[in-house]
């Protein structure tokens, strides 16, 4: 039996998933439930914000109404990305190795990209707050 017509064995793909799954709903998390309490506390002492930062705001209000439909879309990405990987071979293969860290680093990439809208003005309010009068 040729590498191609091998079955696929089911932790070769669904680990990955699971670790897509983990990072995309972790993310989730943290623009629904998280976010929204660091913005009122940026809200309580006035401060101007980076573009950067409304930006991510405002993914994050946007999110926090809409969590449903980001749910169900982000349930139909896991699946598609569990028929790929699984479709790719999984870990067992090249295909599969890259698609997998090819996803999970966008994933990550994405989170950071965010946390950096909070971190900043964050730390200005931090640097603020440590002044002496």
């Keep these: 039996m040729s590498q191609q017509q091998q079955p696929v064995p089911v932790t070769s793909w669904l680990l990955p998933t699971l670790g897509h799954a983990l990072i995309a709903f972790g993310m989730l998390v943290r623009l629904v439930v998280f976010m929204p309490r660091q913005?009122?506390?940026?809200d309580e002492y006035n401060l101007a914000l980076p573009t950067f930062s409304q930006w991510a705001i405002?993914?994050?209000t946007w999110a926090s109404a809409y969590w449903y439909i980001l749910a169900v879309a982000l349930l139909l990405l896991l699946v598609i990305n569990a028929v790929i990987?699984?479709?790719l071979g999984g870990l067992r293969?090249?295909?599969?190795?890259?698609w997998t860290w090819g996803v999970g680093?966008?994933?990550?990439?994405?989170?950071?990209?965010?946390e950096l809208g909070y971190l900043i003005p964050m730390m200005r309010l931090a640097e603020g707050l440590g002044r002496e009068p």
């Design 85 to 87: 990987l699984y479709k």
């Design 93 to 98: 293969r090249r295909p599969g190795w890259l």
């Design 105 to 114: 680093g966008a994933l990550l990439s994405l989170w950071v990209i965010l």
């Design 58 to 60: 405002a993914v994050s």
């Design 39 to 42: 913005k009122r506390v940026l």
